[in-house]
């Protein structure tokens, strides 16, 4: 089992950058695939972004593609989402994930274990 605690949301105004981060604790930490999710209000919760166990492999939506960058560092158990050139549609609570089954998946039911969420608000 692994325990999830995303940090790093708050307010920025269109056009800026935050950089999230999840920091992992529990089992190894190199044996989950990891992705972002992020939900707003009254929508559904959405795949952001996903990385390999080693970190070679990553994955992205098409809203967040080119803007959004995520990373791993497997010594200190901890995946960032770098996020730049921020829209208001990018407002909602982003979460991390953790998924065992190898793959970076994009559905939410495909992972295991949730933080609780961080907040983004993009707005002037």
């Known amino acids: 089992q692994v325990q999830l605690v995303e940090s790093g949301g708050g307010l920025v105004q269109p056009g800026g950058s935050l950089r999230l981060s999840c920091a992992a604790s529990?089992?190894?930490?190199?044996?989950?695939?990891m992705g972002w999710f992020r939900q707003a209000p009254g929508k559904v919760r959405e795949f952001v972004a996903g990385v390999s166990r080693s970190g070679i492999i990553t994955q992205y939506a098409d809203s967040v593609k080119g803007r959004f960058t995520i990373s791993r560092d497997n010594a200190k158990n901890t995946v960032d989402l770098q996020m730049n050139s921020l829209k208001s549609e990018d407002t909602a609570v982003y979460y991390c994930?953790?998924?065992?089954?190898?793959?970076?998946?994009?559905?939410?039911?495909?992972?295991?274990?949730w933080g609780l969420g961080t907040p983004v608000t993009v707005s002037s």
């Open positions: 529990g089992r190894a930490f190199s044996s989950y695939v």
């Open positions: 994930a953790a998924e065992t089954a190898g793959f970076v998946a994009t559905t939410a039911a495909s992972y295991d274990y």
